[in-house]
């Protein structure tokens, strides 16, 4: 799954296969494409803790993607960070702070608001709260909501949280031994899963009000060699 979103965001090269981002095909593009699809495709990492620069302000630290991408000016740079940083719940004095004096949960917004700086079409979140405290998890999920609405991006939004998965996804993809298992709507996939593991998956996963009667479904045998 991190492979496929280091590909998606043009980290790294497909090895084969075709990939296409709005439409255009990535593989084999020149220098220059390469650099607008970046922009249009952005990345929130894991841990907030090794995502951010520690030497680096958080306000610099925002505005460095509009620094690289755009003309604007200082004070112009300086005024969506600040306007972004508000979006995302930060207040206007955090803009000189260090990382290393946020909380986990307002490090992970501070990489949040660094993603949504583009405005990119696309944004890939690879376990983006599985770092954070259960406390605060839904809050960040739902702030993914709030700009995926505001913003009108698309989530390639990776989890092993299969709660976490049906909260966010309109559509799902089940991957096994990193190839695609299933895909298909969310409700599709949670109410009449086709695909083994899928099933297997769903009957592990912990709910509120288990039924005694359904069947836990077990995965044996080992796992194939390639």
């Known amino acids: 799954k ?30 220059s494409e390469r650099k607008q699809l970046r922009k249009d495709v952005q990345m929130v990492f894991q841990s907030p803790y090794a995502s951010l620069n520690p030497r680096q302000k958080v306000g610099d630290q925002l505005g460095e ?6 003309k604007l000016s200082a004070a112009e740079r300086r005024e969506k960070v600040q306007a972004m940083m508000a979006q995302v719940g930060l207040r206007p004095e955090h803009y000189q702070r260090y990382p290393h004096m946020f909380s ?20 890939v979140a690879d376990e983006p709260t599985s770092a954070l405290d259960v406390s605060i998890q839904a809050q960040v999920l739902n702030l993914f909501m ?9 989530y390639v939004f990776i989890s092993h949280n299969l709660s ?37 998956l ?19 045998g080992e796992l194939p060699n390639p």
């Open 2 to 31: 991190s492979t496929l979103a280091r590909a998606l965001t043009l980290i790294e090269e497909p090895s084969s296969g075709s990939l296409k981002i709005a439409g255009q095909e990535v593989t084999g593009a020149s220098k």
């Open 65 to 70: 993607p509009l620094l690289i991408n755009t």
């Open 104 to 123: 986990g949960g307002q490090r992970q917004r501070i990489a949040l608001a660094r993603a949504m700086m583009l405005q990119p079409k696309v944004l």
């Open 146 to 154: 709030d700009l995926q609405q505001e913003f009108n991006t698309a």
């Open 164 to 200: 976490v998965v049906r909260h966010v996804a309109d559509t799902v993809l089940v991957m096994y031994l990193g190839r695609p298992a299933e895909m298909g709507p969310k409700e599709e996939i949670y109410n009449r899963p086709l695909h083994p593991y899928t099933q297997a």
């Open 202 to 220: 769903l009957s592990a996963t912990p709910t509120i009000h288990p039924d005694p009667l359904k069947p836990k479904i077990k995965i044996v």
